[in-house]
């Protein structure tokens, strides 16, 4: 019989000396990165960034394959949870900061903790002067107006769309589109007509009218709430998250995950009509099994669940054994591919009909848009310019059930993996 692992409790504001980050790692170098809680007293948790929690990540789906900071590391870890009372709150105090990375952990728990920044990440806005070829914004939120190359800039960062906001529900409104997108700026200039006042010319698509509200988007999405990586058996309970540049939950190679009461809502008391600015869940070359239940997601900015693979590109045949493969694509550089040992499909990219399965005896990174690849079972018949797949890396069973999506932006369930039900 398993013995049962006896969890040690550590209150990690007995280690707060005017910083969080640092008060979590002697919490954990207090346990040895092991078979304990970390407990966290209620109330907001106020984190910055810390200069030895800034690290290098590639992070799929984000403009991310950089150095980040993070406000906790959860690196090498085995039997740790972070547990929150229910009113634990953790505020960033910059915008690129981000909240928690679990990597290269086993059995990681995070439980009763809510996610937000101190800053907006978007600038919202009413539309006080609508006309034919023209129509004028008020902004709601205090930022710096400016306009480099005619493109205009909120806080140093670049406006690139906006939404119409439903008043009742806060969510896209209904009939319309984000807006601007490949009009702007050559189709449709902007003027700074006062501090808090902006003007667009030019025939839109959908023009907003008056007395409506807009959210507009600006900055990259660099900035995930929680980054999962080469982890297994990690669970999320009770976790809120109100706002972040990025995705809700971002996991990557990594197995078997549990995703149990996760919430992605508008903060309250806050006047944005926005949650998070990218998916609320988001999961690349996962495997294992994946639970998600009783979750609540609204007012996200893209998807509320997605789930893929990555198809890479074998470019270049160095020998009968060794192939150059390419990432190719720029979100999902440095992102892992597979390990040594993992089973491949090379397919046609324009049909995917399958050519050739093999196993990948070894597997190296050359940078962040290449990897060596080596087989001796590669078959002579692969044809370079083929997409190679990982057919271990991926779910072999997904459980979603009692999940809302209420007003999200671009609310879709995305499965294009062959075994997921």
């Given at each position: 019989?398993?013995?049962?692992?006896?969890?040690?409790?550590v209150?990690?504001?007995d280690?707060?000396?005017?910083?969080?980050?640092?008060?979590?790692?002697?919490?954990?170098?207090?346990?040895g990165?092991?078979?304990?809680?970390?407990?966290?007293?209620?109330?907001?948790?106020?984190?910055?960034?810390?200069?030895?929690?800034?690290?290098?990540?590639?992070?799929?789906?984000?403009?991310?394959?950089?150095?980040?900071?993070?406000?906790?590391?959860?690196?090498?870890?085995?039997?740790?949870?972070?547990?929150?009372?229910?009113?634990?709150?953790?505020?960033?105090?910059?915008?690129?900061?981000?909240?928690?990375?679990?990597?290269?952990?086993?059995?990681?728990?995070?439980?009763?903790?809510?996610?937000?920044?101190?800053?907006?990440?978007?600038?919202?806005?009413?539309?006080?002067?609508?006309?034919?070829?023209?129509?004028e914004?008020?902004?709601?939120?205090?930022?710096?107006?400016?306009?480099?190359?005619?493109?205009?800039?909120?806080?140093?960062?670049?406006?690139?769309?906006?939404?119409?906001?439903?008043?009742?529900?806060?969510?896209?409104?209904?009939?319309?589109?984000?807006?601007?997108?490949?009009?702007?700026?050559?189709?449709?200039?902007?003027?700074?007509?006062?501090?808090?006042?902006?003007?667009?010319s030019?025939?839109?698509?959908?023009?907003?009218?008056?007395?409506?509200?807009m959210?507009?988007?600006?900055?990259?999405?660099?900035?995930?709430?929680?980054?999962?990586?080469?982890?297994?058996?990690?669970?999320?309970?009770?976790?809120?998250?109100?706002?972040?540049?990025?995705?809700?939950?971002?996991?990557?190679?990594?197995?078997?995950?549990?995703?149990?009461?996760?919430?992605?809502?508008?903060?309250?008391?806050?006047?944005?009509?926005?949650?998070?600015?990218?998916?609320?869940?988001?999961?690349?070359?996962?495997?294992?099994?994946?639970?998600i239940?009783?979750?609540?997601?609204?007012?996200?900015?893209?998807?509320?669940?997605?789930?893929?693979?990555?198809?890479?590109?074998?470019?270049?045949?160095?020998?009968?054994?060794?192939?150059?493969?390419?990432?190719?694509?720029?979100?999902?550089?440095?992102?892992?591919?597979?390990?040594?040992?993992?089973?491949?499909?090379?397919?046609?990219?324009?049909?995917?009909?399958?050519?050739?399965?093999?196993?990948?005896?070894?597997?190296?990174?050359?940078?962040?848009?290449?990897?060596?690849?080596?087989?001796?079972?590669?078959p002579?018949?692969l044809?370079?310019?083929a997409?190679?797949?990982?057919?271990?890396?991926?779910?072999?069973?997904?459980?979603?059930?009692?999940?809302?999506?209420?007003?999200?932006?671009?609310?879709?369930?995305?499965?294009?993996?062959?075994?997921?039900?």
């Open positions: 019989m398993k013995n049962k692992i006896t969890m040690k409790e209150f990690v504001n280690f707060y000396s005017d910083d969080w980050s640092e008060a979590v790692v002697k919490a954990l170098d207090s346990v990165r092991r078979d304990a809680i970390l407990r966290f007293p209620g109330g907001g948790c106020e984190f910055r960034p810390h200069p030895e929690l800034t690290c290098y990540a590639a992070i799929s789906n984000h403009n991310s394959n950089r150095e980040h900071p993070f406000a906790i590391i959860l690196d090498g870890c085995e039997n740790i949870e972070l547990a929150g009372e229910p009113d634990t709150e953790f505020i960033m105090n910059e915008r690129f900061l981000i909240p928690i990375r679990v990597s290269n952990c086993r059995n990681v728990v995070l439980r009763n903790i809510s996610i937000d920044f101190s800053m907006d990440i978007y600038i919202q806005a009413k539309v006080v002067r609508s006309e034919n070829d023209l129509f914004l008020e902004l709601e939120t205090p930022c710096e107006v400016t306009l480099k190359n005619g493109i205009l800039h909120f806080n140093g960062e670049a406006f690139f769309g906006a939404a119409e906001v439903e008043p009742e529900t806060l969510g896209l409104r209904h009939g319309t589109a984000l807006n601007f997108r490949e009009d702007y700026p050559a189709k449709i200039p902007v003027e700074i007509l006062a501090e808090n006042r902006i003007r667009f030019g025939q839109l698509r959908q023009m907003p009218p008056a007395g409506i509200r959210t507009l988007r600006c900055g990259k999405r660099t900035t995930p709430a929680i980054f999962i990586e080469k982890s297994e058996q990690v669970r999320l309970a009770g976790i809120t998250v109100y706002q972040a540049a990025g995705m809700g939950v971002i996991a990557q190679a990594s197995k078997d995950i549990c995703i149990d009461g996760f919430c992605v809502k508008i903060a309250p008391g806050s006047n944005r009509c926005y949650s998070i600015s990218a998916d609320a869940l988001h999961f690349v070359n996962c495997y294992g099994n994946l639970r239940e009783n979750c609540l997601l609204e007012n996200e900015y893209d998807d509320a669940v997605n789930i893929h693979g990555i198809y890479s590109i074998a470019e270049k045949a160095v020998s009968p054994s060794e192939w150059l493969v390419r990432r190719p694509h720029p979100a999902q550089a440095g992102v892992p591919l597979g390990v040594s040992g993992n089973r491949f499909r090379a397919v046609d990219p324009k049909t995917l009909a399958t050519f050739c399965e093999f196993r990948a005896e070894r597997i190296e990174e050359v940078d962040d848009r290449y990897i060596r690849l080596t087989s001796d079972s590669i002579m018949a044809p370079e310019g997409a190679l797949e990982n057919l271990d890396w991926r779910f072999s069973e997904v459980v979603i059930q009692t999940i809302s999506c209420v007003m999200a932006i671009r609310a879709e369930f995305s499965f294009p993996q062959a075994n997921t039900c």
